[in-house]
């Protein structure tokens, strides 16, 4: 019997400052060990009243759950409550509220037993962090021992929906924290599963999924699919919302995949946002020669270079003709800095020199210009593709050229393609 508990009673006090991506098990195993309840666990108050604790609220919700109260009842009740300073609303102010109590009910060790899933939120002080309330998450098991799971800063902690996502016959306990920038909230997503039974002794909890430990992308949609087997759970980013970040920005969603044999979730496929911006298209052929698929690269180069059907602006920059014409004419330049690295990819140096001459006649004070023909001189001197690349890569921040618009102050620094070697030396 599960117990899931986020509540005041075991965390740290909201004036803490709390780490996000610390863990509570200091040996950095994804086991979650089990410790045993306070002394006082098993004296539980018949009623749930006003400024209760938090530990009478923990022992109400024990009684609780050996009652087998209804779920309907638990949860009106713990959102009715003021609990530790936190202020009981109503319903109808709770389902509005981003720091209300949340219910859900499931069978999460496999003992037969209806199993509780409660998030509370702590009270937030005045110089309580600007992410918002403090939230703990912790496991009360039915042998009266306790586990930890979550403890973090942040605007809301949300329960998402149960499915089985290990494949063993067994909801799993997801959890959602959003937290916030100055202008964007993102979230951070961790999956816990009931480990495999011991000889002896009662299973224990592990982390399966943590999305900071995934990868570093801004989530802001989460999707948990355990009607697909093997399960997978799909991490989509937004748009950041402050100026700088830029109008480019190019949402990425990222899928994780059960793996059974190795227990544990890992990526499976990545998908950007289908567009028809200019910058974009050369996006996706850079995506295409670090995936290293040649064809496709100088298909979307190609496009990139001839412009039909493409955008130049997004519709927040659509009247402003002058970046347009920029992005018309320097785009397409970049384009055949990557299609002449192909070229030297495929040992075509009759091709290389091809457009690097092109490049010169048509727009010879050009950082792409200046670009190709460090690449060239470069590959030819040493057939390093990596490290002429680089050497050429430098040419766009050296330039003194002060039409170029391909720069991080102009497209944000949350732009999909960087001008430099990071973002355009992507071959294998």
Known sequence: MVLLVVLPALSAPATAEVNPKSQPNPTGSNELARQKLPD???????????????????????????????????????????????????????????????????DYDGDGRRDLAVVMPNPCAEDCSAQGPAWSAFVLWGDQSWTELYAVEA??????????????????????????????????????????????????????????????????????????????VTLSSGNIGSVGAGPF????SVTYQWNPKAQKFSQRSKRWEKSNLRL????????????????????????????RGLKDLPDALKGDAKLADLMRRQLPLVARFELAMLAAAQGDTARLDEIRKKLEADAPTSPATAATREFARAWKKDGDLKSAC???????????????????LQLGYNSPVKFDAAGLCVAN
Request: glycine fraction near 6%; aromatic fraction near 4%; charge should be negative.
């Open 155 to 232: 605007r809301t902690v949300a329960l998402l929906p149960q499915t089985d996502l290990t494949g063993d016959g067994l909801v799993d306990i997801a959890l959602s924290a959003e937290t916030c920038g100055a202008h964007t909230c993102f979230k951070d997503v961790k999956i816990y599963s009931v480990a495999p039974r011991p000889n002896k002794g009662a299973p224990s909890l592990r982390l399966i999924f943590d999305s900071q430990r995934q990868n570093d992308i801004a989530t802001r949609g989460v999707e948990l699919r355990g009607d697909k087997k093997p399960a997978e």
């Open 280 to 307: 974009h298209r050369l996006h996706d052929a850079l995506n295409f020669i670090a995936e290293n698929e040649p064809q496709k690269a100088e298909t979307a180069l190609q496009e990139v270079i001839d412009g």
């Open 390 to 408: 680089e050497a050429a890569a430098a040419r766009f921040a050296q330039s003194t050229d002060k039409t170029w618009t391909l720069t991080a």
């Open 40 to 106: 006082d666990a098993h004296k539980s108050p018949a009623k749930l009243k006003d400024d209760a604790s938090p530990s009478e609220a923990l022992r109400w919700l024990a009684a609780a759950q050996k009652q087998n109260k209804p779920l309907e009842a638990i949860r009106k009740k713990l959102v009715e409550t003021r609990v530790n300073g936190v202020n009981g609303v109503n319903e109808a102010d709770a389902a509005a509220s981003q720091e209300h109590p949340q219910v859900d009910s499931g």
């Open 249 to 252: 920005q190019r949402n990425l």
